[in-house]
């Protein structure tokens, strides 16, 4: 016989760790399985102490989520252990951030951290304390299929966080349970009201746990002084049109606060840090339909070896909050290709693309990879200036990479 999480044994004797944050998410699942009569151990992680994120609210694993959680599990009557991962994080997250931004990348931070730590380190102490499982308050729904676990999008389209779930491997999936996957936002704070959690009504955290302010650049200033460098900006056909004062300053799309003056609206096409260039044109320039893909996780039932010969018909995903959009997937001898049937504005490497499988409606999560370069189609053919590839003074520009 089975339990409702798919394992042996009946629930008073299967252990499972509980992912909290301090959220109401988190919180939630861990009074539903000790609802059910599970035994649960509650973990969660001292990420970061970075002077005013501590305390502040909305911040996860944040000082005041910290107690939150505590007070959670005194309610349950669980047992609740901190455990300090700062080195961990740090390393594995917080610098890796830093660096991508500085070789002019966009980053997805909270990838790395359930890849590189939730879903890694903490999957580990978990299994060293004798559990069956390791739940979070994900909003993502999983189950055995015919070749393992799968991983499908929540019931909850609108919370889905299977975006951020795409680099989870097989085997942790067999280890992981998300409770929440078939519930919604609503549903979970009501459920939080009627086990009396303080919690019930506490705000979803909105920015990136180890960035309270929002801005990026402050963090990565302060974890590489002086790796900002000024340079050029320059347009797309060549020209020198001002200086800027880091290529961090800058995104991918931006239109706003680009720092120089034109006829025409502008916008950041690409950024190259060995140049030190903020490299911008006109809107046009920014769709890009052809992505390389690095260090691909594939969940698929098929071999991904196996569709170099006919390719794959998927969904795909560049932003957390995106829509899904026909793609091909291909796999050659310099990797993995994604060609987008619609293409897709500001497209930047570092960014994420997810796969989800066509068929279904692309409920079913198929893996995803990391972005190392994006190609335009025909995008800059006007006043006579033809795209091909290249990048410097006076040669045409078909693929805009960064």
Request: glycine letters at 12%; charged letters at 25%.
């Amino acid at each position: 016989m089975l339990n409702s999480l798919h394992l042996s044994g009946r629930p008073a004797d299967t252990r499972v760790v509980v992912a909290m944050s301090g959220g109401v998410d988190s919180s939630v699942v861990a009074a539903l399985l000790k609802a059910e009569g599970y035994d649960v151990v509650g973990i969660t992680l001292q990420l970061y102490d970075h002077g005013e994120a501590v305390g502040r609210k909305g911040a996860c694993c944040a000082g005041q989520d910290i107690q939150d959680a505590r007070r959670v599990a005194d309610r349950l009557q669980i047992p609740h252990y901190v455990l300090d991962y700062e080195a961990r994080f740090a390393k594995a997250v917080m610098d890796a951030f830093a660096d991508s931004y500085l070789k002019g990348e966009t980053p997805v931070p909270c990838v790395a951290c359930n890849q590189k730590i939730k879903f890694h380190d903490l999957l580990e102490t978990a299994e060293g304390l004798g559990a069956s499982a390791l739940a979070t308050g994900h909003y993502v729904r999983s189950g055995p299929g015919r070749d393992g676990w799968e991983l499908y999008r929540a019931s909850d389209k609108e919370r889905d966080q299977s975006y951020f779930l795409f680099a989870t491997t097989r085997e942790q999936l067999a280890f992981l349970r998300f409770p929440l996957g078939i519930r919604d936002k609503d549903e979970t704070r009501k459920l939080a009201r009627e086990f009396g959690l303080g919690v019930a009504e506490k705000s979803d955290s909105q920015d990136i746990c180890f960035v309270p302010t929002g801005r990026y650049t402050q963090v990565i200033e302060r974890l590489r002084p002086g790796a900002a460098e000024a340079g050029n900006i320059v347009h797309v056909d060549g020209r020198v049109l001002g200086r800027h004062g880091g290529i961090i300053n800058y995104t991918i799309g931006q239109r706003k606060g680009i720092g120089v003056a034109a006829q025409e609206p502008l916008y950041v096409l690409r950024l190259d840090a060995s140049a030190r260039e903020v490299v911008v044109g006109p809107k046009e320039c920014l769709r890009m339909r052809s992505l390389k893909l690095r260090d691909v996780n594939w969940l698929g039932d098929e071999p991904l070896d196996a569709l170099a010969l006919k390719g794959e018909d998927i969904l795909a995903r560049i932003r957390s909050s995106g829509p899904l959009q026909p793609a091909r997937l291909s796999f050659e001898d310099d990797g993995v290709t994604v060609e987008l049937a619609h293409g897709e504005d500001g497209v930047s490497p570092g960014q994420a693309c997810v796969f989800y499988a066509a068929s279904g409606g692309g409920e079913r999560l198929l893996g995803g990879g990391w972005i190392k370069s994006a190609a335009g189609e025909a995008w800059l053919a006007r006043d006579g200036f033809q795209a091909t590839a290249g990048s410097g003074a006076g040669e045409p520009l078909a693929a805009v990479s960064r």
